[in-house]
């Protein structure tokens, strides 16, 4: 069992930047695959960024590409989301995700956390 608390999220300004924090908790948390999703007002849930429980290999949608930066600390089991250039269709709520897989865009990861609000005003 994997337990995952997100943070960090608020209101910015249209060109701000913000870091997400994920907190992981569980025997084996920091072998796991780890992302970022996010659903905003009215719209499905997308992928954003996942990360291997190595930190090899990174994978972003072409939304966040050149402005989000995903990154992890094993040692601490906290996933990061730094974000920056934000616009106003970045506004949505953010959801950190596990699973014991690679996560791709059409993963649906075994653990989520609540999520986190993220608002870029104009």
Do not use: H
């Amino acid at each position: 069992q994997v337990q995952l608390v997100e943070s960090g999220g608020g209101l910015v300004q249209a060109g701000g930047s913000l870091r997400l924090s994920c907190a992981a908790s569980g025997r084996t948390s920091s072998t796991y695959a780890m992302g970022w999703f996010r659903r905003a007002p009215g719209k499905e849930r997308e992928f954003v960024a996942a990360i291997t429980w190595s930190s090899s290999s990174t994978r972003y949608a072409d939304s966040v590409k050149e402005r989000f930066t995903i990154s992890r600390d094993n040692a601490k089991n906290i996933l990061y989301l730094q974000m920056s250039s934000l616009k106003p269709e970045d506004t949505a709520v953010y959801y950190c995700a596990a699973d014991r897989a690679v996560i791709v865009p059409t993963t649906l990861p075994r653990y989520w956390g609540q999520g986190t609000q993220v608002t870029v005003s104009s």
